[in-house]
């Protein structure tokens, strides 16, 4: 079982920049992959940002060149730097671990609200 905790959402106003992290309850190092997810109210849950093991990376193109998601193994937490953000990125994150191709676990999720 691994435990995932989110934090660093908030309200932020468009144009700025805010950084999330997911802290895991134990090493991510061998895990195959971990992504972060995001779900705005009346819309489905949507893939934002993957990492792999080997430290590979790809976004939906909706965040591309705004966003970066990272991963510091010995903290085993991950990130995603949202910079140059927009009202459209209002969505509640959440942090997904994938320590094999058969296995999936969530976090509860950090609100983050883009609004002047």
């Known amino acids: 079982q691994v435990e995932l905790v989110e934090s660093g959402g908030g309200l932020v106003q468009p144009g700025g920049s805010l950084k999330l992290s997911c802290a895991a309850s134990?090493?991510?190092?061998?895990?195959?992959?971990m992504r972060w997810y995001r779900q705005a109210p009346g819309n489905e849950r949507e893939l934002v940002a993957t990492?792999?093991?080997?430290?590979?990376?790809n976004y939906a193109d909706s965040v591309k060149g705004r966003f970066s998601i990272s991963r510091d193994n010995a903290k085993n937490t991950l990130y995603l730097q949202m910079n140059s953000l927009k009202p459209e990125d209002t969505a509640v994150y959440y942090c997904?671990?994938?320590?094999?191709?058969?296995?999936?676990?969530w976090g509860q999720g950090t609100q983050v609200t883009v609004s002047s």
């Open positions: 134990g090493s991510i190092s061998s895990f195959y992959a």
């Open positions: 990492i792999t093991r080997r430290g590979s990376t």
């Open positions: 997904n671990a994938a320590p094999s191709l058969m296995q999936n676990y």
